[in-house]
């Protein structure tokens, strides 16, 4: 099984601020990476998409890097809206992961 | 526009069955593939099942191999999780998504509302 894990595990930040995300694979998952924020009493929603692909819909301050194990999310100039639990997903083998999340609240 | 509407989840003791369904809808449902998510109470995301477009291959999670199968009948646009012998650990939402861009490496595109299921006696 490939282990997705994610730092930190809760951050605290003013909105303005920019906060970046890290996602560490076990092992080399390429560009199979994809990001989710969840609100909530609410589903998840796609973020970002094969590590660096924007989605459709998505608030341009999100964007992803990264390839092979390493991984980020980087949340430029937070707004308040932005509070919620984010989560990394690999889609390289036929048994999917997801990290453990990082809880964002936003003071 | 696509749905995906969960139903099924209820109050089950241990050692139980159950079966979810998944309506789907507003896309060409047997060309893309389809997995079961689910997120135990105050916990993170955990994937238990996927199944091609055709239905005819699945994969499961370690934790539920055995007694869980996932199915789909394309002709009524439905995805189904049928879970037996259910344990407390079983207990989560489960959530219905949908990889819309058809390669087994893509993101989970879609996600339903989720069901609930509650194993307790």
């Known amino acids: 099984e490939i282990v997705l894990t994610q730092s930190p595990d809760f951050q605290s930040v003013t909105p303005k601020e920019k906060i970046i995300i890290t996602c560490r694979a076990s092992q080399n998952i390429r560009s199979n990476l994809h990001w989710y924020q969840q609100k909530p009493g609410q589903s998840p929603k796609l973020l970002i998409k094969s590590a660096s692909q924007s989605v459709s819909g998505v608030p341009s301050r999100f964007s992803g890097s990264g390839s092979g194990t390493d991984f980020t999310l980087t949340i430029n100039s937070l707004e308040p809206e932005d509070a919620a639990t984010y989560y990394c997903h690999q889609s390289s083998s036929l048994r999917d992961t997801f990290g453990q999340g990082t809880i964002l609240e936003i003071k | 526009e696509v749905r995906l509407l969960e139903s099924g989840g209820a109050l089950i003791q241990p050692g139980g069955s159950l079966r979810l369904s998944c309506a789907a809808s507003g896309f060409m449902f047997s060309s893309h593939a389809m997995s079961w998510v689910r997120q135990a109470p105050g916990k993170g995301l955990e994937w238990v099942s996927g199944?091609?477009?055709?239905?005819?291959?699945?994969y499961y999670a370690d934790s539920v191999k055995g007694r869980f199968t996932s199915s789909r009948d394309n002709s009524k646009t439905t995805l189904y999780l049928q879970m037996e012998s259910l344990r407390a650990e079983d207990t989560a939402v489960y959530y219905c998504v949908c990889r819309y861009s058809g390669a087994w490496t893509g993101p989970f595109d879609f996600w339903g509302q989720g069901t609930l299921v509650t194993v307790s006696s």
């Open positions: 199944i091609t477009g055709n239905g005819v291959t699945t």
